[in-house]
Structure formats: C-alpha cells, structure tokens
C-alpha cells in the first residue's frame, strides 16, 4: 500500500489557515500577471531537488479548483513521481499509459480527487527515457487533449538544474513558475534555472519563496491563537 502524504495539502484540511491563504494569494498574483494572456498550460518546477515544488504545486492546483476552475494536474516527473502519494491516489497507469502508439488518447486515466474540479494525472509506469518522452510530438498531443478538458493544466517537472526534462517541458506550455525555498536554495542554483529557463525562451511567470519565516502575530487575524 503507498504511503500517501495528504497531510501536504493545507488547502484541503485548513482552508482557513494562514498558510491557505498565501496559496490563494499565489493563485490571485498569477492571474494578474497573465491578464493579458490567458495561462492554459503551467509548468512548475525549482532550480534543485527537495525545495517543496511539488506540495507547493498541488496546493495552488487545490485553490485554483476551489475558485471554480476545471484544473488537471499532470505529475511528469517520470524519475521521482510524488503526486499520486500527495493525493493518495493509484500510480499504475498515468501520463507514460499515455505514451503507448495506440492508446486512445481521447480516455487519459484522469483520477478524481478530494476536491471538486481538480482532476490528477499521476506519472504512471517510469521510463527508462523521460526526457526523449517529455520532448516527444506525442506529449504535445497529449498537452492538447488535456488543455480541451480543463480550464488550466499543471505540470509538476523535476527541478530544472537536475535533468533537462523541465526545460523541455518548459517550450510547450503557456508559463513556467519557479519555486525557491528560502532556507535552502543556492543563489548561483536560482541564476542558472533562471539562465537555463530564458535559454529556450520559457515564459517565466514568477517565482515563489518557499519556507518564508510566518510573523506569528498575524495568527490572531486568521483567528488562531
């Protein structure tokens, strides 16, 4: 049985926290700053590997749904997937089911999750060739299915500095959004993804400091002593 971390997503369980409402912020600050284009495909993914791109991911996934979009969140993180233990949800088919020549791509293994709106595309079965697949005319066939069916679809990629598949990921999608965890992450590290990620002309859409000290004495205003 997988160990499922659902514990991760604040959005769901403490709605009324904090924490929740800086997700809803992040979401309120991405459709500003993409008014004057719509963001249908959104790529997400840090410069290095445990900076909390992916809880950080599922969380804005969660609000987006919560505010009345039909949202897909698609784990292509075909190395280490961790979508499917976020969400506890199945990881025997997923997005590399998708891949097969003949699979009729007009039925992705979409699975339902707690929140209403918000449908999960785990990674499915590893590769042994992620990137030639991420890179493939077949994964933007499968981009433009799925953007049929949602209103916006997430792509949680592996961190940029570690493998090419984020930056191949990145030339497909209408935005790339950059998480850096402020106790964590590399100056030089947040340089080289930004060098790398305007190398193949990726729109970068911003970026999110994560793991940012909370002022305790805003509790109070959020109602929690």
Sequence with gaps: MLNNRTSALITLSNPRSP????????????????????????V????????GKSTTLANLAV???????QVILVDCDLRKPSQHLVFGARN????TSLMIPDAPLDKPPLQPTAQE???LLTAGPLPPNPS??????????????LSERADIVIF??????????????????????LVI??????????????????????????AVLNNVKFDQSLHKYYGEE
């Design 132 to 145: 030639e697949m991420l890179g493939s005319k077949r994964m933007d066939e499968i981009i433009a299915v």
């Design 181 to 206: 965890n402020a106790g964590r992450t590399k100056r030089d590290h947040m340089q080289r993804a930004h060098a790398l990620l305007s190398k193949v002309n990726a729109r970068l859409i911003g």
């Design 19 to 42: 924490i929740s409402e800086a997700y809803r912020a992040l979401r309120t600050n991405i459709e500003f700053s993409t008014f004057d284009k719509k963001l249908r495909t959104l």
């Design 44 to 51: 997400v993914t840090s410069p290095s590997p445990e900076e």
């Design 92 to 95: 025997d088919r997923g997005l």
């Design 156 to 177: 949680d990629a592996p961190p940029i500095l570690a493998v090419t598949d984020a930056a191949v990921l990145a030339t497909r999608v209408d935005g790339v959004l």
């Design 117 to 119: 709106g918000l449908m």
């Design 63 to 69: 609000t987006m749904a919560q505010s009345g979009k």
